[in-house]
């Protein structure tokens, strides 16, 4: 199994940005590090997620150009850069992990705020 630890969110204006990180408890080049939303009244939503093999990434268009996902093998650890943050950003965010050839993502982190005020 995978233990994953999130950290970082919070309350910030919009127009303003954001820092998360997600460490793992063990990493191979077969895993995957993806970081989802839920908004209050939505389903939830892929917001981006990295391949520790050749560090592919996905974003959803919601956030392309705005968000930036990146990892550090060596840590254990992917990090999210949210900037030009939107009030619709507004959700709780969770990082998950898998591994290749897994349908869904199975390992999750604890969901952590993230608030947006116009």
């Known amino acids: 199994d995978v233990q994953l630890q999130a950290s970082g969110g919070g309350l910030v204006q919009a127009g303003g940005s954001l820092r998360f990180s997600c460490s793992a408890s063990?990493?191979?080049?077969?895993?995957?590090v993806g970081w989802f939303r839920q908004a209050p009244g939505k389903e939830r939503e892929g917001v981006s997620c990295i391949s520790h093999k050749d560090g592919s990434t996905y974003y959803a268009d919601s956030v392309k150009g705005r968000f930036t996902i990146a990892r550090d093998s060596a840590k254990k650890t992917v990090y999210l850069e949210m900037s030009s943050l939107k009030p619709d950003d507004t959700a709780v965010y969770s990082c998950?992990?898998?591994?290749?050839?897994?349908?869904?993502?199975?390992?999750w982190g604890q969901g952590t705020q993230v608030t947006v005020s116009s």
């Open positions: 063990q990493v191979t080049l077969t895993t995957n």
């Open positions: 998950a992990a898998k591994i290749d050839g897994m349908r869904k993502y199975v390992y």
